[in-house]
């Protein structure tokens, strides 16, 4: 397990990434605009809620189940963000 501070930065790396493609999206294909501003909204608040789960870990549970849970939720909110970029294009 990597230390949680570069954990933050892979977090902080994949959610710039996504908003770039949701950048790039919006300026090169002709897409709803308003649209486009809900899917980078919700890349900032999946950034967000990550960040902050990492810094507060669940009590109780052990630090090994709590990541690995950590990690199947970033990938399939990522998953989700994906559909919906795919939706917009």
């Known amino acids: 397990m ?5 954990l933050k930065k892979d977090i902080s790396y994949l959610c710039g990434e996504l908003l770039a493609e949701c950048v ?6 002709s897409v709803n605009l308003d649209d486009v501003d809900n899917v980078m909204l919700n890349i ?6 990550m960040i902050c ?10 630090a ?6 950590l990690r199947n939720d970033m990938a399939a909110q990522t998953s989700d963000i994906f559909d919906q970029i795919n939706a917009l294009i």
């Open 2 to 6: 990597a230390n949680k501070r570069q």
């Open 24 to 29: 790039s999206c919006r300026h090169y294909t």
């Open 44 to 49: 900032l608040n999946m950034q967000d809620d």
């Open 53 to 62: 789960r990492v810094s507060h870990p669940e009590p109780g549970m052990k």
């Open 64 to 69: 090994r189940d709590f990541f690995k849970k």
